[in-house]
């Protein structure tokens, strides 16, 4: 097994935008449950089934749960994105693309995170309009799009992965 070299990543601006971007999208996650919290009845919707009609329902302390796996997420991918020597690629990863490599897989996994976050509001906020009747089920596109919307990042991160060309290091 090629151990990947180690090395240590500064920050692009573009990573520092989407660190921002996910941090301010999960803080406005939490505050919009918290805010809505209690104006929520005992039982709200708990799963939907493909026709987009809730099938199940709980408490309505289930509101929390996807925010809570939200941030959990975002705290291990955040801490992983700190170590992208360890992450699997699809090419060889030494010294002369280490860098190119690692930035790509760095924005990779925080545009996943943003996308993520994205995907849970959603459906708690179409959890939401359901229950105050502001629509008897949710869009049945509305998940398939975003789901297909995470793979869109990742085909593209795979080819442009494949496309990176090692720099000549001076000796």
Request: with cysteine.
């Amino acid at each position: 097994m090629n151990k990947q070299p180690a090395i240590q990543l500064q920050r692009t601006i573009l990573q520092r935008i989407l660190d921002f971007l996910v941090l301010g999208a999960l803080c406005f996650y939490w505050v919009s449950v918290i805010n809505v919290y209690p104006t929520l009845p005992d039982l709200i919707p708990t799963h939907f089934g493909l026709d987009g009609i809730p099938d199940t329902f709980g408490s309505r302390n289930s509101i929390f749960l996807l925010p809570i796996i939200a941030t959990v997420l975002v705290i291990l991918m955040t801490t992983l994105s700190f170590m992208p020597h360890l992450f699997s690629y699809p090419v060889r990863v030494d010294r002369t693309n280490a860098q190119k490599q690692y930035s790509m897989a760095v924005s990779y996994l925080l545009l996943t995170q943003l996308i993520v976050i994205i995907l849970f509001i959603l459906i708690d906020y179409h959890t939401v309009l359901v229950v105050f009747d502001k629509g008897n089920k949710i869009n049945p596109y509305c998940i398939p799009f975003l789901i297909v919307a995470l793979f869109i990042p990742s085909v593209f991160h795979y080819f442009r992965s494949k496309s990176v060309k090692a720099i000549k290091l001076s000796k």
